[in-house]
């Protein structure tokens, strides 16, 4: 069990590909989101595996970073 498997499930449910999602995380139990997700962002407080998987870093939580990243990606 995994937050990418659960990502993947659920793209299949709804007939949508990866490259149609963006995941948010910051912790290394969201790398495999991460990963899976067209764009995977992570949050400027993320630890580094999780910052050098993503394909973007947005701010940190103090800061409103998945907010930025909504307005700035999507």
């Known amino acids: ?3 990418g498997n659960a990502l993947k499930f659920l793209c ?3 007939n949508l590909s990866s490259e149609n999602l963006m995941a948010i995380g910051d912790e290394e139990n969201d790398l495999s989101m991460i990963k899976f997700a067209g764009i995977g962002v992570a949050m400027g407080n ?7 998987a993503a394909q973007r870093v947005t701010g ?3 800061h409103d970073g998945v907010a930025e ?3 700035k990606i999507l």
Not at 46 to 52: F, L, S, Y
């Open 60 to 62: 940190d939580c103090d």
């Open 12 to 14: 299949h449910k709804l």
């Open 69 to 71: 990243a909504i307005e």
């Open 46 to 52: 993320a630890v580094p595996a999780v910052k050098e």
């Open 1 to 3: 069990v995994s937050k």
